[in-house]
């Protein structure tokens, strides 16, 4: 039997939003609200707060999983973690299979409802997010996962479910919750995923790159997850060309290209954040020459064939015409990186 | 076929061969992964596949601790076993595609290669393992798109727990343009030769035997409009083809090892371009930069780990090489020279620049060694303290080029001969580059939770970076200091002032070269420059930066918690318009994920930068103005001592306050269905910026998300995001300042100069103030905007506002009909970037005919783009389906930049020739389908 039919009715109904965003917010901002806030006492998920590692509960084995949850066995089995776990554990916990991660079952397999006897990763078994977290981090810590505590995404509240889904295989790698790392970052990081479809972007929803190219999530001695020391590091593993050292260097380039571009995606061409020439002119107004000048529509190709005056400053590659080399010249002549 | 390569797809043919095998996976902490995928399949592997109706036995709607539901998860594939206990299972996807519409078009082939018609081996997978007791040993493979330019394949095979090796291949297009009308031969290798068209222009002479410049021009522009006109588009695009191997080792339950090795090689073109003559430029063109670039990563780690003590030594080389380390391209353009002229009674004749040379991006090394260590300690509060140390070091030590390749006969500068005195290594300070950067981090962080509610944190983070790169710009066979510009039909030169008054009478134009580029003798004669503005040496610029947070948070009740965050960040540079600027931060948060109906996450942060006084030029002693005293002398226009207004901020080292504000609401819904709301807000405003980015710069996003799974026969998602953008600049025009001259403001904007005291009179104005320039009062009179100011005139300001305006749409669904199965998917982007600029047209002394087509700003930049992909799989028995795709693709786009570009290649029929050969994006709509068949074994 199913164990989804012993618990369906006990969810019969299910759950119905908020009638409007306004009034989630107004609700939100009344924390411990009674209408809102698990009631520990009569919710069904309340006992989970007793203390998992505390209880008596033993391990019963694979078998004895089966006979609930048998079906899941067969979804995780397809999964890295029973395989590693089953054919070669490398730890006396992995031997346990579904109890290495889900903790011991015999308390639990005794009163199968109670959330409190066994360690769940879905919002509605209820087990906090610091227990889940916990019981990933007795294998996934150090490598990878050095830098997790206190990073961004443990800030948040993100659980390791929350992106991994070991009981099915979702994606090719990484045990994901969604079919590419790209869509599980989108299911929170939906300004990124407009920011990808933009006139110009880095190559994510072409299947060429996706955010762990660049972010660790899971911690990194850098704000935003990254993956290099600095933005440069990282943006030079793949434009190792402009990594350099030149003779002649732009000084706002060798110190971050996200002061020029936006990495994940623009309306302007190679992802910068301004068009050209403007972007050029947010820095350059020399006292000498052109780089304080207003150029206009009357210096397109277009508007040289009504009257207009072409300026290379405009039309095509603007400022790049001339200075071809704005991410830094090893050319003697190169020093406004013309050559 | 190289051997590496061969050796890769033998490898991946094997596997495939074999039934067995892979994927490859990218370290999340170091070096950039290989996501092995294409268009057709971002995630690795796209079937359309069954879903399974009887979930995982639990709750089929369950959701992530956030609320996301999980939705339902394939079927089960159908697996078998050999004798030997391998189990296996695999798939492969082939069949016929075909495309139709503007294939060719840049946009649409951006980083994808669909075919546009024959067969097509859409992908496949393969996965054995021995999984008994004892063993483990598996064995995957991968792949897609084979044999076109975005294929990939992977194998990785192993023994869980105990090691494994992976290898891939991975191709990614770049197409920058489909639109370029080449007028050489040879794109792609190091050396561009023209078609048909005489190198360096066609040159006509007087009947004396001087150069007719503007006859010369106007038959060099004819012959050039004639060659575009002739050729057809042609692409220019860029292939990444990244090979590797990575080995990873468990030594024992606590050490392990990881290995690995990747070549990465770019081969194609990309749309460049070249300048003659100097300053503002004498002639340019659109020419195609050759790619031919291999670059070799190698990373080893050695890895501790015992559940209390972590540590991670890490060692990464990157090796970059450029197989095309200088480009000649032959130059059309009859170039308008400066600086160069001949010696009497030779002639200059611009013709003699045929060629341009390039010094492309040089090979590089970087080294880095990082070690991390991390330990918990919860017998202590909880308590993890981290430590980061990474040492790096990128240095390059290429072969400089000599200035020109030009030989420059009869020629000279400022006096002194050119033949043969810039054409070869010896006319550098150095032969070879020398350049180095060492960056250093250091990294500490510590974490505790002193009680059950309370966690604290605190991180101190410092990088550097030590510039060591030293380069003068001299000639020491000539003693001059400056730079040859653009192959010697140009220069920037630093020689003294000649003009009377500045320096002692008799003073040589030639003082400075006779003290063989000792710049501190040069600085001891004490002479006036000829100008401020010739860069003499590099500027190594290098800072450094400091982080101190400290954060924490506090569990309000189960499920919710605040959090609070201060942090410092300081940066110290060298050779910028500030040593120090610091900004304050204060973050605080809140998570709610207790509701029954869905989690909370509002965040806010204020940022506060600040630094010491602004410095608007920096940079005196690597610019000539440090080579003697100021002019004084009637007549010297001072523009090129005073390089940027005072009141004028870049933007990275401007005061600027930082608001950020994020909001995320996952909701519950229904037991089936996720609705997504958040919202981000950034704004920086930058408060003592008048001139430069300015006011305030704002961005907010909004985004909807529907997901619905009510069953394993339909799911429907759909998301939407609105973008506004705004940003404004502000400039000034700037105008002259010449000691000795009166300048004269009128009411209507308009400034003028002359040497007469009393001002002329204009039409419709009155004047308003008269200036004299003066060698004792150009500082105050010219250094700063004012009403009044001879260089910086208020009236020719200008202020820019731009805005950018962004929708993003998609919906789509699986919908299982028995018999076949449906997936649609559906996105539209559209885009629309509008700038408008005032400014006052007297002031800029625009004609009205100018000022009409000027307008107050430039056409909207606009785009959409729309993608339909539609997809039925019609299973014929259990191990075989048919697959139809349909995929669609339009866009269009309007980019003021390219506007008239395609009729108008060669605007100018006379003067500075300006050759634009790229047209730009097009419009483009597409469809593909395919006939696929799905095999599973």
Same mark, same amino acid.
């Not at chain 2, 410092?462 to 003693?479: H, I, R, S």
């Given at each position: 039997?199913?164990?989804?039919?012993?618990?369906?009715?006990?969810?019969?109904?299910?759950?119905?939003?908020?009638?409007?965003?306004?009034?989630?917010?107004?609700?939100?901002?009344?924390?411990?609200?009674?209408?809102?806030?698990?009631?520990?006492?009569?919710?069904?998920?309340?006992?989970?707060?007793?203390?998992?590692?505390?209880?008596?509960?033993?391990?019963?084995?694979?078998?004895?999983?089966?006979?609930?949850?048998?079906?899941?066995?067969?979804?995780?089995?397809?999964?890295?973690?029973?395989?590693?776990?089953?054919?070669?554990?490398?730890?006396?916990?992995?031997?346990?299979?579904?109890?290495?991660?889900?903790?011991?079952?015999?308390?639990?397999?005794?009163?199968?409802?109670?959330?409190?006897?066994?360690?769940?990763?879905?919002?509605?078994?209820?087990?906090?997010?610091?227990?889940?977290?916990?019981?990933?981090?007795?294998?996934?810590?150090?490598?990878?996962?050095?830098?997790?505590?206190?990073?961004?995404?443990?800030?948040?509240?993100?659980?390791?479910?929350?992106?991994?889904?070991?009981?099915?295989?979702?994606?090719?790698?990484?045990?994901?919750?969604?079919?590419?790392?790209?869509?599980?970052?989108?299911?929170?990081?939906?300004?990124?995923?407009?920011?990808?479809?933009?006139?110009?972007?880095?190559?994510?929803?072409?299947?060429?790159?996706?955010?762990?190219?660049?972010?660790?999530?899971?911690?990194?001695?850098?704000?935003?997850?990254?993956?290099?020391?600095?933005?440069?590091?990282?943006?030079?593993?793949?434009?190792?060309?402009?990594?350099?050292?030149?003779?002649?260097?732009?000084?706002?380039?060798?110190?971050?290209?996200?002061?020029?571009?936006?990495?994940?995606?623009?309306?302007?061409?190679?992802?910068?954040?301004?068009?050209?020439?403007?972007?050029?002119?947010?820095?350059?107004?020399?006292?000498?020459?052109?780089?304080?000048?207003?150029?206009?529509?009357?210096?397109?190709?277009?508007?040289?064939?009504?009257?207009?005056?072409?300026?290379?400053?405009?039309?095509?590659?603007?400022?790049?015409?001339?200075?071809?080399?704005?991410?830094?010249?090893?050319?003697?002549?190169?020093?406004?990186?013309?050559? | 076929?190289?051997?590496?390569?061969?050796?890769?797809?033998?490898?991946?043919?094997?596997?495939?061969?074999?039934?067995?095998?892979?994927?490859?996976?990218?370290?999340?902490?170091?070096?950039?992964?290989?996501?092995?995928?294409?268009?057709?399949?971002?995630?690795?592997?796209?079937?359309?596949?069954?879903?399974?109706?009887?979930?995982?036995?639990?709750?089929?709607?369950?959701?992530?601790?956030?609320?996301?539901?999980?939705?339902?998860?394939?079927?089960?594939?159908?697996?078998?076993?050999?004798?030997?206990?391998?189990?296996?299972?695999?798939?492969?996807?082939?069949?016929?595609?075909?495309?139709?519409?503007?294939?060719?078009?840049?946009?649409?082939?951006?980083?994808?290669?669909?075919?546009?018609?024959?067969?097509?081996?859409?992908?496949?997978?393969?996965?054995?393992?021995?999984?008994?007791?004892?063993?483990?040993?598996?064995?995957?493979?991968?792949?897609?798109?084979?044999?076109?330019?975005?294929?990939?394949?992977?194998?990785?095979?192993?023994?869980?727990?105990?090691?494994?090796?992976?290898?891939?291949?991975?191709?990614?297009?770049?197409?920058?343009?489909?639109?370029?009308?080449?007028?050489?031969?040879?794109?792609?290798?190091?050396?561009?030769?023209?078609?048909?068209?005489?190198?360096?222009?066609?040159?006509?002479?007087?009947?004396?035997?001087?150069?007719?410049?503007?006859?010369?021009?106007?038959?060099?522009?004819?012959?050039?409009?004639?060659?575009?006109?002739?050729?057809?588009?042609?692409?220019?695009?860029?292939?990444?083809?990244?090979?590797?191997?990575?080995?990873?080792?468990?030594?024992?339950?606590?050490?392990?090892?990881?290995?690995?090795?990747?070549?990465?090689?770019?081969?194609?073109?990309?749309?460049?371009?070249?300048?003659?003559?100097?300053?503002?430029?004498?002639?340019?063109?659109?020419?195609?930069?050759?790619?031919?670039?291999?670059?070799?990563?190698?990373?080893?780690?050695?890895?501790?780990?015992?559940?209390?003590?972590?540590?991670?030594?890490?060692?990464?080389?990157?090796?970059?090489?450029?197989?095309?380390?200088?480009?000649?391209?032959?130059?059309?353009?009859?170039?308008?020279?400066?600086?160069?002229?001949?010696?009497?009674?030779?002639?200059?004749?611009?013709?003699?620049?045929?060629?341009?040379?390039?010094?492309?991006?040089?090979?590089?090394?970087?080294?880095?060694?990082?070690?991390?260590?991390?330990?918990?300690?919860?017998?202590?509060?909880?308590?993890?303290?981290?430590?980061?140390?990474?040492?790096?070091?990128?240095?390059?030590?290429?072969?400089?080029?000599?200035?020109?390749?030009?030989?420059?006969?009869?020629?000279?500068?400022?006096?002194?001969?050119?033949?043969?005195?810039?054409?070869?290594?010896?006319?550098?300070?150095?032969?070879?580059?020398?350049?180095?950067?060492?960056?250093?981090?250091?990294?500490?962080?510590?974490?505790?939770?002193?009680?059950?509610?309370?966690?604290?944190?605190?991180?101190?983070?410092?990088?550097?970076?030590?510039?060591?790169?030293?380069?003068?710009?001299?000639?020491?066979?000539? @003693?001059? &200091?400056? %730079?040859?510009?653009?192959? !010697?039909?140009?220069? /920037?030169? +630093?020689?003294?002032?000649?003009?009377? *008054?500045?320096?002692?009478?008799?003073?040589?134009?030639?003082?400075?070269?006779?003290?063989?580029?000792?710049?501190?003798?040069?600085?001891?004669?004490?002479?006036?420059?000829?100008?401020?503005?010739?860069?003499?040496?590099?500027?190594?610029?290098?800072?450094?930066?400091?982080?101190?947070?400290?954060?924490?948070?506090?569990?309000?009740?189960?499920?919710?918690?605040?959090?609070?965050?201060?942090?410092?960040?300081?940066?110290?540079?060298?050779?910028?318009?500030?040593?120090?600027?610091?900004?304050?931060?204060?973050?605080? @948060?809140? &998570?709610? %994920?207790?509701?029954?109906? !869905?989690?909370?996450? /509002?965040? +806010?942060?204020?940022?506060?930068?600040? *630094?010491?006084?602004?410095?608007?030029?920096?940079?005196?002693?690597?610019?000539?103005?440090?080579?003697?005293?100021?002019?004084?002398?009637?007549?010297?226009?001072?523009?090129?001592?005073?390089?940027?207004?005072?009141?004028?901020?870049?933007?990275?080292?401007?005061?600027?306050?930082?608001?950020?504000?994020?909001?995320?609401?996952?909701?519950?819904?229904?037991?089936?269905?996720?609705?997504?709301?958040?919202?981000?807000?950034?704004?920086?405003?930058?408060?003592?910026?008048?001139?430069?980015?300015?006011?305030?710069?704002?961005?907010?996003?909004?985004?909807?998300?529907?997901?619905?799974?009510?069953? /394993?026969?339909?799911?429907?998602?759909?998301?939407?995001?609105?973008?506004?953008?705004?940003?404004?600049?502000?400039?000034?025009?700037?105008?002259?300042?010449?000691?000795?001259?009166?300048?004269?403001?009128?009411?209507?904007?308009?400034?003028?100069?002359?040497?007469?005291?009393?001002?002329?009179?204009?039409?419709?104005?009155?004047?308003?103030?008269?200036?004299?320039?003066?060698?004792?009062?150009?500082?105050?009179?010219?250094?700063?905007?004012?009403?009044?100011?001879?260089?910086?005139?208020?009236?020719?300001?200008?202020?820019?506002?731009?805005?950018?305006?962004?929708?993003?749409?998609?919906?789509?669904?699986?919908?299982?009909?028995?018999?076949?199965?449906?997936?649609?998917?559906?996105?539209?982007?559209?885009?629309?970037?509008?700038?408008?600029?005032?400014?006052?047209?007297?002031?800029?002394?625009?004609?009205?005919?100018?000022?009409?087509?000027?307008?107050?700003?430039?056409?909207?930049?606009?785009?959409?783009?729309?993608?339909?992909?539609?997809?039925?799989?019609?299973?014929?028995?259990?191990?075989?389906?048919?697959?139809?795709?349909?995929?669609?693709?339009?866009?269009?786009?309007?980019?003021?930049?390219?506007?008239?570009?395609?009729?108008?290649?060669?605007?100018?029929?006379?003067?500075?020739?300006?050759?634009?050969?790229?047209?730009?994006?097009?419009?483009?709509?597409?469809?593909?389908?395919?006939?696929?068949?799905?095999?599973?074994?």
């Amino acid at each position: 039997m199913s164990i989804y039919s012993l618990l369906v009715s006990a969810r019969a109904g299910g759950r119905l939003a908020a009638a409007s965003l306004l009034a989630l917010l107004a609700v939100s901002c009344t924390p411990g609200h009674p209408g809102t806030v698990p009631d520990e006492s009569t919710h069904a998920h309340g006992a989970t707060e007793v203390d998992l590692m505390n209880q008596d509960s033993t391990y019963i084995g694979e078998q004895a999983c089966a006979e609930c949850h048998e079906h899941a066995r067969e979804h995780a089995s397809m999964g890295k973690h029973l395989k590693v776990f089953r054919s070669n554990p490398s730890t006396p916990a992995q031997t346990e299979m579904c109890e290495a991660c889900h903790g011991p079952g015999s308390k639990h397999a005794e009163d199968s409802l109670n959330r409190s006897l066994i360690i769940g990763y879905t919002r509605d078994w209820g087990t906090p997010i610091a227990v889940q977290n916990a019981q990933c981090q007795t294998c996934h810590t150090g490598g990878g996962q050095m830098h997790w505590t206190s990073s961004a995404h443990d800030r948040a509240g993100v659980a390791c479910s929350d992106c991994h889904n070991p009981m099915m295989k979702n994606s090719v790698n990484g045990a994901l919750v969604r079919s590419s790392v790209s869509e599980t970052c989108y299911t929170c990081h939906q300004q990124q995923r407009a920011e990808f479809h933009k006139r110009s972007h880095m190559p994510l929803p072409e299947g060429k790159m996706t955010c762990v190219d660049c972010h660790n999530p899971h911690g990194s001695t850098t704000r935003p997850l990254l993956k290099g020391d600095s933005v440069n590091d990282l943006c030079y593993d793949c434009h190792a060309e402009k990594r350099g050292p030149f003779i002649w260097e732009h000084a706002p380039v060798r110190e971050n290209c996200s002061n020029c571009h936006l990495p994940h995606g623009s309306n302007n061409d190679k992802l910068l954040a301004a068009p050209r020439p403007w972007l050029c002119q947010q820095c350059h107004d020399a006292s000498i020459g052109h780089p304080g000048q207003l150029f206009n529509n009357s210096q397109t190709a277009a508007s040289a064939l009504i009257g207009g005056t072409q300026s290379a400053r405009i039309i095509g590659r603007s400022c790049q015409n001339c200075h071809t080399q704005v991410h830094g010249s090893n050319h003697p002549s190169g020093a406004r990186f013309q050559r | 076929m190289k051997p590496w390569r061969k050796t890769l797809v033998l490898c991946v043919t094997a596997a495939a061969a074999q039934m067995i095998a892979a994927q490859v996976r990218a370290d999340s902490a170091a070096g950039v992964g290989e996501n092995l995928g294409n268009a057709l399949n971002p995630g690795g592997l796209r079937t359309i596949p069954e879903r399974d109706p009887d979930s995982l036995d639990a709750w089929p709607d369950e959701r992530t601790p956030t609320g996301k539901l999980l939705g339902w998860p394939d079927k089960l594939p159908e697996t078998s076993r050999t004798q030997d206990g391998w189990e296996y299972h695999g798939q492969v996807e082939i069949g016929g595609m075909a495309t139709g519409g503007n294939t060719d078009s840049a946009w649409f082939r951006r980083y994808k290669d669909l075919p546009t018609s024959g067969l097509y081996l859409n992908n496949f997978s393969v996965q054995a393992e021995q999984l008994e007791k004892g063993k483990g040993y598996f064995l995957e493979a991968l792949g897609g798109g084979i044999g076109y330019r975005d294929q990939y394949e992977g194998v990785s095979f192993g023994r869980y727990n105990d090691w494994k090796v992976d290898l891939f291949y991975n191709e990614t297009p770049h197409v920058f343009t489909n639109r370029y009308r080449s007028l050489w031969s040879g794109v792609g290798s190091s050396h561009l030769r023209l078609n048909g068209l005489p190198p360096g222009g066609v040159g006509i002479r007087n009947a004396d035997g001087t150069m007719n410049a503007t006859a010369s021009q106007t038959a060099t522009v004819a012959g050039m409009r004639s060659a575009i006109e002739a050729v057809e588009d042609s692409e220019l695009s860029l292939v990444r083809e990244t090979g590797g191997v990575s080995i990873d080792k468990y030594l024992s339950s606590k050490w392990r090892l990881i290995a690995s090795y990747s070549r990465e090689h770019r081969d194609g073109s990309r749309p460049f371009g070249a300048v003659f003559g100097g300053g503002g430029g004498g002639g340019s063109l659109e020419i195609p930069e050759s790619i031919d670039y291999d670059t070799h990563d190698i990373l080893a780690m050695l890895r501790y780990d015992d559940g209390t003590n972590s540590f991670n030594l890490q060692t990464n080389v990157s090796l970059f090489r450029n197989n095309i380390d200088t480009l000649t391209f032959e130059n059309p353009i009859y170039a308008s020279t400066n600086t160069i002229s001949a010696t009497a009674p030779n002639v200059l004749d611009p013709t003699i620049f045929t060629s341009g040379r390039y010094d492309l991006y040089p090979d590089n090394d970087f080294y880095n060694v990082k070690a991390e260590y991390a330990r918990s300690m919860p017998e202590w509060y909880h308590s993890r303290l981290t430590a980061t140390v990474s040492l790096s070091r990128m240095k390059q030590n290429d072969d400089l080029i000599p200035p020109t390749a030009h030989a420059l006969s009869g020629l000279e500068i400022n006096g002194v001969s050119a033949e043969n005195n810039w054409n070869t290594t010896s006319a550098l300070s150095r032969r070879r580059a020398g350049a180095e950067i060492d960056t250093r981090l250091f990294d500490v962080a510590f974490s505790m939770r002193p009680t059950d509610k309370l966690g604290l944190d605190t991180k101190i983070r410092y990088y550097e970076t030590d510039n060591k790169t030293d380069y003068v710009a001299c000639n020491p066979l000539t @003693g001059q &200091l400056g %730079r040859l510009l653009n192959d !010697g039909s140009g220069g /920037a030169f +630093a020689f003294p002032n000649t003009a009377a *008054g500045n320096n002692p009478a008799g003073t040589l134009g030639s003082a400075y070269d006779a003290m063989g580029c000792n710049l501190n003798a040069v600085r001891a004669l004490g002479l006036v420059p000829s100008s401020g503005a010739s860069n003499i040496r590099n500027v190594p610029y290098e800072y450094s930066k400091t982080n101190i947070e400290l954060g924490g948070e506090y569990r309000l009740a189960r499920g919710q918690t605040i959090s609070g965050r201060i942090e410092r960040e300081q940066y110290e540079r060298e050779h910028r318009e500030r040593d120090s600027t610091w900004e304050d931060m204060l973050r605080i @948060g809140y &998570l709610n %994920r207790a509701y029954q109906w !869905g989690t909370l996450r /509002a965040s +806010a942060e204020f940022g506060r930068r600040r *630094g010491d006084s602004y410095n608007p030029d920096p940079y005196e002693s690597f610019y000539s103005v440090s080579l003697g005293p100021e002019p004084t002398a009637d007549g010297t226009n001072l523009f090129s001592w005073i390089h940027a207004m005072r009141s004028f901020r870049k933007f990275d080292l401007s005061d600027r306050d930082r608001l950020a504000l994020d909001l995320r609401l996952d909701l519950i819904a229904r037991h089936d269905l996720d609705i997504g709301f958040s919202g981000q807000y950034r704004q920086n405003r930058f408060p003592n910026s008048d001139f430069g980015r300015k006011d305030d710069q704002r961005v907010g996003t909004a985004s909807l998300d529907v997901n619905w799974q009510p069953s /394993a026969k339909l799911g429907l998602y759909g998301y939407y995001s609105y973008q506004r953008s705004t940003m404004t600049q502000s400039s000034i025009q700037p105008n002259g300042c010449v000691i000795g001259n009166y300048y004269y403001f009128y009411s209507d904007g308009a400034v003028a100069s002359g040497s007469d005291p009393v001002a002329p009179a204009r039409s419709g104005a009155s004047l308003v103030d008269t200036v004299l320039v003066t060698s004792g009062n150009w500082h105050n009179q010219c250094g700063d905007h004012a009403q009044t100011s001879p260089l910086w005139t208020e009236s020719r300001k200008w202020t820019l506002d731009y805005e950018d305006t962004n929708h993003a749409l998609g919906i789509g669904g699986r919908y299982d009909l028995g018999f076949a199965r449906l997936e649609l998917d559906y996105s539209y982007v559209t885009g629309t970037s509008t700038l408008d600029y005032s400014y006052n047209a007297n002031g800029l002394g625009l004609s009205s005919a100018v000022t009409e087509l000027a307008g107050s700003g430039m056409p909207d930049s606009d785009y959409d783009q729309h993608i339909l992909s539609l997809d039925l799989v019609f299973p014929i028995s259990k191990s075989v389906a048919l697959r139809a795709i349909y995929r669609y693709e339009q866009g269009s786009i309007d980019d003021w930049h390219y506007a008239g570009v395609s009729d108008n290649p060669v605007p100018t029929d006379s003067g500075s020739q300006a050759v634009y050969l790229d047209s730009g994006t097009q419009d483009y709509h597409d469809n593909s389908v395919g006939l696929l068949v799905q095999v599973n074994f």
